[in-house]
Structure formats: structure tokens, C-alpha cells
């Protein structure tokens, strides 16, 4: 199992989570809207999820239905970054959030 960030992260990528993350599994580039766990290096230990202060991350087998994309989403974006930035994009305007990196 691996825990995942979710929607919620949209527009915050906050680093709390990536500073306790023994294993430096959670990335996130400039241009990216929030932060994504590699699934292969997180080994469960749960210290991300309780540093999120907007309570964005979750267990995989905990997480709520309306987020289950975010599994794959978090998997993908370490070899499809392009793909999944665009699916946050459409995500964060399904939500009604404008998106909060700039682009050129």
C-alpha cells in the first residue's frame, strides 16, 4: 500500500509533507499545481499524511470515493508528467479552482 495526495493539494503543495517523508518520495516542480507520492519508494509509514495541514493525503486503501483518480494520478506523474498535469488542470477547473502556477 502507499498513501496518495489528492485533490485537495490543488493549488497548495504545501512542503510540510515533503520535509517529514523519510523516504523523499514526494515530489513537486514549479510548474505542477500539487505535490505527488511516488508509490514505489513510500513505504507506508504515514508521516505525510499527518504533517498535511489541509488533510490532502491519504492511505490508498482509505481513500475517499470521489478521489480514487489520484491514485493513478500520483503513479503517472513520474513518467507522464505532461498528461497529468493537464488531467490536474481540467481537475482543479471541474472544482471551480483556477489553476495557480503560471504558464508562458
Known sequence: MTYVVTEVC???????????????????EPEDDMSFIDPA?????????EACVVNA???EDALPKASRE?????ASWFGHKTGVRA????????MGHFSPVKRK
Open 10 to 28: 490543488i493549488g497548495v503543495k504545501g512542503e510540510a509533507c515533503m520535509a517529514v517523508c523519510p523516504e523523499f518520495c514526494i515530489f513537486s
Open 70 to 74: 489520484f491514485t493513478h494520478i500520483n
Open 57 to 59: 493525503i491519504y492511505p
Open 41 to 49: 519508494r513510500c513505504t507506508d509509514c504515514g508521516a505525510c499524511m
Open 87 to 94: 488531467r490536474v488542470r481540467e481537475i482543479a477547473e471541474e
